[in-house]
């Protein structure tokens, strides 16, 4: 699955980059997954939540309309420099791009409510929850939420696994979009995970 689709130089530079700077970033799978899901909606108007590198980015943008907006938060500057650095790389304009320096928690509540078409969620994993929350406010009806990591390196699934903080949130945010009516919710199992939702009318 992860070879299916391979990836350009752009992208393997990101990914190279990321790594070195420990920002790990979603795998080749999860990003064609990520790019589907832009051109499957038509997603002109796209938060999302950890910059990273740059390479959710641009799986993103090549899955947006050419005038479409991606708004990258993420509290580390120097992410944003690389990602940044990975659009123009992959020919990707700066004119695509809303990068915003801060906390997540702090960034999302001064976004409009109502007014984007994706949300993809790949930063603090102990505040999964608290992403869910305000991407449900701030998608758009028929909008998509995502989140990288859903497996968390197999141990969601095993009971062995209790008491961590990040094993439990991110469990906490599988159940509450299981449960939400709001929600239509598919777990993908490429990479390390991608539970997705979308937000019913």
């Known amino acids: 699955m992860e070879e299916f689709l391979p990836e350009d130089e752009a992208t393997v530079s990101a990914r190279h980059r990321g790594r070195e700077v420990g920002a790990t970033p979603i795998g080749p799978a999860g990003g064609a997954a990520l790019r589907f899901l832009a051109t499957l909606i038509g997603a002109r108007t796209v938060v999302e939540i950890g910059t990273g590198c740059g390479v959710s980015g641009i799986y993103m943008m090549r899955g947006m309309p050419k005038d479409a907006v991606l708004t990258s938060v993420d509290v580390d500057h120097e992410n944003q420099r690389l990602a ?4 123009r790389e992959a020919g990707l304009g700066s004119y ?3 990068m ?3 906390r997540a928690l702090e960034v999302l509540p001064r976004l409009t409510d109502g007014a984007y078409d994706m949300v993809f969620c790949d930063a ?9 929350t305000a991407a449900l406010r701030l ?3 028929g909008g998509v939420v995502a989140f990288d990591n859903a497996l968390w390196h197999q141990r969601i699934a095993d009971p ?3 008491g961590d903080p990040t094993t439990e ?5 599988h159940h509450l979009i ?3 009516e709001r929600l239509v919710p598919l777990l993908l199992p490429v990479g390390d995970g991608l539970l997705c939702a979308v937000k019913r009318d």
Do not use: C, S
């Not at 940044?84 to 659009?87: D, G």
């Not at 603090?124 to 869910?132: D, G, I, N, S």
């Open 139 to 141: 998608l758009r009806p």
């Open 178 to 180: 299981r449960e939400d």
């Open 84 to 87: 940044k650095l990975a659009y």
């Open 124 to 132: 603090v994993k102990t505040e999964y929850p608290e992403y869910l």
């Open 160 to 162: 062995a696994h209790r």
């Open 169 to 173: 949130a991110i469990r906490e945010v």
């Open 100 to 102: 915003i320096v801060g």
């Open 96 to 98: 695509r791009t809303r």
